[in-house]
Nanobody, 117 residues
Framework: QVQLVESGGGLVQPGGSLRLTCAAS????????MGWYRQAPGKERELVAV???????AYADSVKGRFTISRDSAKNMAHLQMNSLKPEDTAVYYC???????????WGQGTQVTVSS
């Protein structure tokens, strides 16, 4: 199986930046998609960004042009660079590792991001 640990969350002012990191361990070779989701209080968990082994990426419309997802396969890490942060970006951010052929998903424990002045 795959274990994920997120880091890099915190409190930032509007317009600021944060970089989230997801460190993966276990059966990494089987994972073909990594992504970031977020969940704000009282709301459902939503997709933020995903990256395929091919390098293809996809983003939620609300973060396009501000967030960038990347993957460092050598270090078994995924990153989410978040720029121009807005208060509505406040949420717990979760890392996802997916193995498409059997729909296996592994989630991290989440890291809090708070955007406030």
């Amino acid at each position: 199986q795959v274990q994920l640990v997120e880091s890099g969350g915190g409190l930032v002012q509007p317009g600021g930046s944060l970089r989230l990191t997801c460190a993966a361990s276990g059966m990494i070779f089987s994972i073909n998609i990594m992504g970031w989701y977020r969940q704000a209080p009282g709301k459902e968990r939503e997709l933020v960004a995903v990256i395929h082994n091919s390098g293809n990426t996809a983003y939620a419309d609300s973060v396009k042009g501000r967030f960038t997802i990347s993957r460092d396969s050598a270090k078994n890490m995924a990153h989410l660079q978040m720029n121009s942060l807005k208060p509505e970006d406040t949420a717990v951010y979760y890392c996802l590792a997916r193995r498409s052929y059997d729909n296996y998903d592994s989630w991290g424990q989440g890291t809090q991001v708070t955007v406030s002045s």
